[in-house]
């Protein structure tokens, strides 16, 4: 009996991994080919990796079957048919999460999909982003990047002159491209906070704490690179461009140790 429900496991995976074939290899071009997702890749290693870490918690939990996750499937089969139609790619991805979703609690129940919530959440990472909330956010994230760095370069004693997304620093002139948005800094960061709070803290607030904190870390280390580009032209493109952006994203990942000891400090200082 055991041995036949690891096989109608084994074949419901198979049948998922069928039909979701080309949302997954969707999924992994854009991990590969678009640098803001890059994390992607580490993702499910992660999610993979908490749930081995936990399997004494929820392996204790009891196994209760519900036919309720065939009505999760059913909503995830419309998603994926809308996405197939032309919904997109983010929509055929989140038909794969609810997919998932609706087979833990067709087999195990409520109790273990509530168990792995944590790294549910996590998978939120690994999608594809939403192409509306992204172009409309590209603009004013370079707009708000010009302004900032042209901030930074007028008080460290540049002259700056600045035309919605151009800085001209002395007579070097240089463009906040699309690509300098801060979101390739943003959604790394978000994950890499929202893992550390759970390595290093049980609260689960201080998971959504560094998740927030990690907008505004972000949006001030991307304007710090444009700034950097700005003072140096040396840095603006090139190895050095991408060797200041990466020791500029470790300071980010560095400055999250300090944000948590600030953000315990507060919770105690308000519940003394």
């Known amino acids: 009996m055991h041995s036949r429900r690891w096989l109608v496991v084994a074949l419901t995976v ?15 071009d854009q991990w590969w080919y678009d640098e803001d997702m890059g994390h992607g890749f580490v993702v499910p290693f992660v999610i993979a990796w908490i749930i081995w870490r936990e399997r004494a918690r929820w392996s204790a939990l009891p196994t209760q079957p519900s036919p309720w996750g065939f009505a999760i499937l059913g909503a995830a089969a419309v998603l994926q048919l809308a996405g197939a139609a032309g919904a997109g790619l983010f929509v055929s991805s989140v038909a794969f999460l609810l997919s998932i979703a609706g087979v833990v609690v067709c087999f195990l129940g409520f109790a273990r999909l509530r ?14 982003k939403l192409a509306i909330v992204y172009n409309q956010g590209t603009l004013p994230l370079q ?11 007028t008080l460290s004693g540049f002259g700056v002159l600045r035309e919605g997304n151009i800085l001209d620093i002395g007579g070097h002139r240089i463009s906040v491209a699309e690509a300098c948005n801060g979101i390739r ?10 893992v550390f709070a759970y390595l290093s803290d049980s609260k689960a607030w201080m998971r ?22 700005g003072a140096s032209p040396a840095l603006a493109e090139g190895t050095l461009h991408a060797v200041s952006g990466w020791i500029i994203f470790m300071l980010c990942l560095a400055s999250l140790v300090p944000l948590r000891r600030l953000f315990n400090a507060v919770y105690e200082a308000v519940h003394a």
């Open 115 to 128: 168990a792995w919530a944590f790294p549910f959440l996590l998978a939120l990472f690994m999608l594809p």
């Open 14 to 28: 198979a049948g998922l991994a069928a039909c979701y074939a080309p949302t997954l290899r969707g999924m992994v």
């Open 143 to 153: 707009l708000l990047a010009s302004k900032t760095a042209a901030g930074m370069l």
């Open 185 to 194: 800094y943003l959604l790394p960061l978000g994950f890499m906070g929202t």
């Open 208 to 229: 959504l704490a560094l998740l927030l904190a990690a907008i505004p870390v972000a949006i001030l280390a991307n304007a710090v690179r444009v700034a950097v580009a």
